[in-house]
């Protein structure tokens, strides 16, 4: 078993993608709260996105899981480019237009768009599926392309239809390439 985990709550003030921000308070109690009910996953590693709230959520888990951490850059949220970080308020008064009417195809000022995302995580897919016994520890937008894509579902916009929530586990069964929500 695969198991996929989000990061902790940061600062929704700002936009995450590429963004170096860290876990609030808040997201650290979150992802250790998380470690204290699944202290039991079956796991040999933790794989995690570079990102340091990735970076965080990996050091709090392996205070559980007692594993090694491996950090994989391609396990990065959608690179929201010039925005990565950017103060939200700020974010909408400079970008206005992009960011009023953003589309799967919507490409961010030297970044990526969602398809780009799914694209990539499709391409990541297979490797994913050799992680039999790993947590890997990413964003909600790589989670979401894996229920996409293995559900075969059309990509849209809608961010919440996976219930894919700041510290939550999902499990990936690399064989049967079923996900569901775990905690």
């Known amino acids: 078993m695969i198991y996929l985990m989000r990061h902790g709550q940061d600062d929704e003030t700002k936009i995450g993608g590429w963004s170096d921000g860290d876990l609030t308070l808040c997201g650290k109690k979150q992802v250790n709260l998380t470690g204290v009910y699944n202290y039991d996953l079956e796991v040999d590693k933790i794989i995690a996105s570079d990102i ?108 919440t239809q996976f219930d894919v929530t700041y510290a939550s586990v999902h499990e990936l069964d690399p064989v049967k390439k079923i996900i569901k929500r775990r905690y």
């Open 52 to 159: 340091k709230r990735c970076q965080t959520t990996a050091q709090i888990m392996q205070y559980h899981l007692r594993r090694p951490i491996i950090y994989d850059d391609r396990l990065r949220e959608q690179n929201k480019g010039d925005l990565n970080g950017m103060d939200l308020l700020e974010a909408n008064e400079k970008y206005f237009d992009l960011l009023s009417d953003v589309k799967i195809t919507t490409c961010y000022p030297n970044g990526e768009s969602l398809l780009d995302l799914y694209k990539r995580i499709e391409r990541l897919l297979p490797w994913i599926l050799k992680q039999d016994k790993t947590l890997i520890i990413t964003h909600r937008g790589v989670i979401n392309m894996l229920y996409y894509i293995l559900k075969n579902i059309k990509l849209d916009m809608n961010k």
